[in-house]
Every structure is written in structure tokens, then in C-alpha cells.
């Protein structure tokens, strides 16, 4: 009767994923010569490694000596490879997901536009939200209507955090908003102190 192998237990360690990593380039150079540049260690110290490893999972890995012709996966060794190629690819998956979230704007923009907005053909407000919302779905948009002449004081009040009116000319000196002009025909004066979140 064939001793059981031991089963790999616990979580993985730092050590057990180094000789994870190990493994993997061993198995791209194709032996554990050529292994040596790519991981920038001693062939006696990769043998080692590998030893260890194949001890840590109760398997024989591969089959090799001193040179690359001789190097060969065994069916456990070619299981685990496959496996460490899924795992890097969860791990980049990950790495994307968590960019993402930290490049992502979230919570609410208060806009504050000309009550007569939709009479103003060159905003085109439906395909400029839409932008908006596919660009930071997560962004909660607040839009309010207010008087041409009053957008800048529901801003410079604190009650709006973006303003657009085509009609202003220029942009008055003020500590409290800075504006910038977003095309040929409106100007857009932002709250200094926006609390949406950029993370």
C-alpha cells in the first residue's frame, strides 16, 4: 500500500509563495541553469528551493540535473504550474479591481445650471450627464436650477459645488471658487471644497 501524500494545510505562507514563484520561472526557462539569471540566485539555492517546495506539497515536481535537456514536469508538477498561472491571474485581476476602486469618483457633484438650461441647445445637458455617468457611475449628480445672475452666489454660498452659464463673460476674482472655461460658450465656476472623493 502507497503512503498517502500530505495535503498542503493552512494559509500560504510568504515563504511557500516565493517557492511558488521559484517554481514558475524554473518551469519558463526550462531548467534550473537557465533559471539562474531570471531569478538571480545560485543553481544549488534553486535545487534547494525546489526541494523544499516539493516536501511542502508531498509531490515530485520535476525531474532534473545540472543541465536543461534533462529538466522535465512531471503530471503533479504540470497540475501545479497550471495552477500558479490561474493564480497570477486572480492576483492581476485583483491588482485591476483595486486600481480601479482608487481611481474612482465617488459621492455627490451638486450642479447648479440656468433655469432656462433646456432652451440652451449648445450645453446639450442629456449627452453631458450621460458622459458623466458612464465616465463615474458611482458619482451621485445633484442638479439644481437657479437664475443666471444667481449661479454664483449659490456656489460662493456653499450650496452648489459646479456651475455652468453661458453667459458669463469673465471670471471674477474670488478666494472661494476658481473657474475655467469648458468651451467656446460656457464657463464652469467650481467649489474649492467639492466633497466628492476621488479614491
Not at 541553469?33 to 516539493?54: F, G, Q, Y
Not at 467656446?184 to 476621488?198: G, M, Y
Request: proline share 6%.
Amino acid at each position: 500500500m502507497s503512503k498517502p501524500k500530505s495535503t498542503l494545510t493552512g494559509r500560504l505562507s510568504d515563504i511557500d509563495l516565493r517557492l511558488l514563484r521559484v517554481f514558475r520561472e524554473v518551469v519558463r526557462a526550462g531548467g534550473l541553469a537557465p533559471a539562474e539569471v531570471a531569478l538571480n540566485i545560485s543553481r544549488s539555492t534553486i535545487s534547494t528551493h525546489l526541494s523544499d517546495l516539493e516536501a511542502r506539497l508531498g509531490m515530485q515536481l520535476c525531474l532534473r540535473s545540472r543541465g536543461r535537456a534533462d529538466f522535465k514536469l512531471t503530471q503533479e508538477g504540470e497540475a501545479v504550474y497550471q495552477a500558479i498561472t490561474e493564480l497570477d491571474g486572480h492576483l492581476e485581476a485583483f491588482k485591476s479591481q483595486v486600481n480601479a476602486i482608487q481611481s474612482s469618483l465617488t459621492g455627490q457633484l451638486r450642479i447648479v445650471l440656468p433655469d432656462d438650461v433646456l432652451e440652451i441647445p449648445q450645453l446639450d445637458l442629456p449627452a453631458t450627464l450621460a458622459r458623466i455617468r458612464d465616465r463615474a457611475p458611482q458619482l451621485q449628480l445633484d442638479l439644481q436650477l437657479a437664475a443666471p445672475q444667481e449661479l454664483e452666489l449659490e456656489i460662493l454660498a456653499g450650496r452648489a459645488d459646479v456651475g455652468i452659464n453661458p453667459s458669463t463673460p469673465a471670471a471674477p476674482a474670488s478666494t472661494t471658487g476658481r473657474y475655467s472655461t469648458i468651451s467656446r460658450c460656457s464657463t464652469v465656476a467650481a467649489n474649492t471644497h467639492w466633497p466628492a472623493n476621488s479614491r
